[in-house]
């Protein structure tokens, strides 16, 4: 079991995001890119690509445009 102390520091400009239910893939905030493989504890999922295309677009950071 992961204590507070093993949790990774949340950087949204360095993070993994899983769109929807599709697990092949996920957008990675650090190389603006789609990647195979992520670190289970740096992915947080996403209801949508709008969700997370509005929440990239208010840091000014790239997002996928599908």
Do not use: C, H
């Not at 993994?16 to 947080?44: C, H, L, M, N």
């Not at 999922?45 to 709008?50: G, R």
Request: aromatic share 12%; glycine share 4%.
């Amino acid at each position: 079991m992961m204590s507070d102390f093993d949790m990774p520091v949340f950087i949204i400009r360095n993070w993994f995001w899983q769109i929807g239910k599709d697990a092949s893939r996920y957008w990675s905030s650090a190389a603006g890119t789609y990647v195979a493989e992520a670190p289970e504890d740096r992915i947080t999922a996403v209801p949508s690509l709008e969700d997370l295309q509005a929440a990239l677009a208010q840091l000014g950071l790239p997002a996928p445009s599908e």
